[in-house]
């Protein structure tokens, strides 16, 4: 038994406050066996955007008192099962927008110019003759889609504001922004040809992105993903890229992850990226001392920093 409160990373990572971490907590690790003596010492849980956290996962620790997630999202973790058990949810809103934003707008241009093809065609050697190699789209001018306009919709909308013809955005609630607003994401798609997705993954938004929205977003347009796998019909964005329904896309977010459907990852018409929109040093070491200080507060019984429930 130790004084310090007792904490389980449900997450590998924690870069760049690990050890402030082990200082001020007790602190076993995914992976590790917990056993039926530790089970009940164990107070809060530490997720990442992946993590899923179920009311059963729960109920494994009959003392849990918080769940600190290393994350904006908190779609894997069951909030009507932690408040049933009066358990707190905390997260990390923020300080992760910039590099999130950030990838949205790097999936974009890579996409566009075809950056990872002509990397790998000069590294084969197959920068031979130039007229042969096809020409790219341009990325300037376009219409802009951004469904989600929260912070990281925002912060995405005004990256690509200066090089586009016009934004356009969904949420459900009409902000107070200059941009054109749409109540629905069919609608949206229909208007532009870059739809981004930026939304939380929540019932409400599950499969949204499906046969007729990519329909509606045709065929030069091209779908960005950095909110959440669940919001597209991955089958319905395989089968629209094969069929030239829409012309690519780039995704940070997957419905199964780790699992990346053979249909994306033989297509040539996506750029990939392993859900990594906040994964920079810099930003990932902010997270884990927010998770730290969520911890803190919470354990010394003052208000959570950033509460979700
Ligand atoms: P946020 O500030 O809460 O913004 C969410 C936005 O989505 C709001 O504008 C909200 O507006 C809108 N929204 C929610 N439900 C909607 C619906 N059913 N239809 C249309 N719009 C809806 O969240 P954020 O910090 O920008 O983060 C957004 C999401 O990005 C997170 O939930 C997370 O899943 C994802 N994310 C991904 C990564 C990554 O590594 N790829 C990293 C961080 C976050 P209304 O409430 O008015 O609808």
């Known amino acids: 038994m130790t004084d310090k409160p007792v904490i389980l990373l449900r997450t590998p ?39 899923r956290i179920t ?13 600190a997630q290393y994350a904006v999202g908190f779609d894997g973790i069951d909030l009507e099962g932690a408040k049933k058990r009066n358990i707190r949810v905390s997260n990390t809103p923020g300080v992760l927008t910039e590099d999130v934003a950030d990838m949205a707008v790097a999936l974009f241009l890579t996409l566009k110019r075809n950056i990872i093809q002509n990397d790998k065609l000069i590294r084969a050697g197959g920068w031979v003759n130039k007229e042969e190699i096809p020409l790219s789209h341009s990325a300037s001018n376009l219409d802009v889609g951004v ?78 993903n950095i909110a959440r796998g669940s919001l597209v019909d991955e089958d319905a964005l395989i089968e629209a890229l094969e069929k030239g329904i829409i012309a690519g896309a780039g995704l940070d977010v997957f419905a199964h992850e780790p699992k990346v459907p053979a249909g994306l990852t033989q297509s040539s018409k ?12 810099e930003t990932r070491t902010t997270m884990a001392h927010l998770v730290i ?15 979700v429930i």
């Open 13 to 51: 990572l924690f870069y760049g406050a690990r050890d402030k971490l082990d200082a001020l907590f007790t602190v076993y690790e995914y992976g590790m066996k917990i056993t039926p003596e530790i089970a009940p010492q164990i107070k809060a849980l530490v997720g990442d955007g992946q993590a």
């Open 55 to 67: 009311a059963e996962d729960m109920d494994q620790f009959p003392n849990l008192e918080i769940i």
């Open 147 to 224: 469904f989600g306009l929260g912070r990281i919709g925002e912060a995405i909308a005004e990256r690509l504001a200066p090089m586009s013809k016009s934004i356009s955005y969904c949420t459900r609630h009409k902000k107070d922004v200059a941009w054109a607003y749409y109540d629905n994401i069919a609608d949206l798609a229909k208007a532009v040809d870059v739809l981004v997705l930026a939304a939380p993954g929540t019932a409400e938004t599950k499969g949204l992105v499906n046969k007729d929205v990519l329909e509606a977003l045709g065929s030069k347009g091209v779908l960005i």
């Open 270 to 281: 996506v750029v990939l990226q392993p859900h990594l929109g906040s994964a920079t040093v």
């Open 293 to 307: 200080d969520n911890l803190l507060a919470f354990f010394a019984g003052k208000p959570l920093i950033t509460p």
